[in-house]
């Protein structure tokens, strides 16, 4: 089974699942294979699930969560709202605001 972050909620992916395409958001892809379970954080891309039970996760970044920096992900939040308290054109301010929704998601991910 695979649960993916998907933009309209937590999906699970089991064989025989209708054929479905999904946009990700920011947040946690668990791969479980008997009784392991691999968790990925994924920052976005899309899932296309297969009328023959097979899925392709295309994601722009995929990291294992026991791979990513607590610190380094509240540093990067504390950087990007100061950065959008800063911005002065919309690009900047689109851009910050982009930065402080992947690390809330991240430090929502490691904090469970």
């Not at 089991?14 to 958001?25: F, M, N, Q, R, Y």
């Not at 504390?78 to 930065?99: H, P």
């Amino acid at each position: 089974m695979v649960i993916v972050p998907a933009t309209t909620g937590q999906m699970g992916v089991l064989p025989g699942h209708v054929a479905t395409i999904a946009e990700l958001k920011p947040g946690v892809l668990s791969v479980h294979e008997g009784n392991e379970t691999t968790k990925y954080f994924v920052s976005s891309g899309f899932v296309f699930i297969h009328a023959n039970s097979f899925a392709d996760i295309i994601a722009v970044e995929a990291v294992p969560l026991d791979q990513i920096d607590a610190n380094l992900v509240q540093k990067g939040l504390v950087e990007f709202t100061q950065k959008l308290s800063s911005a002065t054109t919309d690009l900047e301010k689109a851009e910050a605001q982009i930065g402080i929704d992947v690390h809330s998601a991240l430090n929502s991910a490691l904090t469970g």
